[in-house]
Nanobody, 123 residues
């Protein structure tokens, strides 16, 4: 069993930056693919970014490509999402997730989820 806890969310002005963290406990994340998803009010959960087990491959939604960077630190058993040039449309609850399978952009492929952290970008 893997427990995931997100942190680092908050209120930021458009153009600003935040770094989200996802700390894992229960098991090492080194064998899991990891992903970030987000859900805005009234909208479905959507894929943001994913990284394979080794950190050697990363994938991004078109809406965040060039602005967000996903990374992982195996020694700290932590996943990160660096978010730069934030826009009001990035406002959402951000979730990290772990997959025992291949890296994926589909939420249904992930086995473990955190409870989320709120990101609010003001215009």
């Amino acid at each position: 069993q893997v427990q995931l806890v997100e942190s680092g969310g908050g209120l930021v002005q458009a153009g600003g930056s935040l770094r989200l963290s996802c700390a894992a406990s229960g098991r090492t994340l080194s064998s899991y693919a990891m992903g970030w998803f987000r859900q805005a009010p009234g909208k479905e959960r959507e894929f943001v970014a994913a990284i394979n087990w080794s950190g050697g491959a990363t994938y991004y939604a078109d809406s965040v490509k060039g602005r967000f960077t996903i990374s992982r630190d195996s020694a700290k058993n932590t996943l990160y999402l660096q978010m730069n040039s934030l826009k009001p449309e990035d406002t959402a609850v951000y979730y990290c997730a772990a997959s025992i399978g291949y890296v994926s952009g589909r939420s249904g492929d992930y086995n473990y989820w955190g409870r989320g952290t709120q990101v609010t970008v003001s215009s």
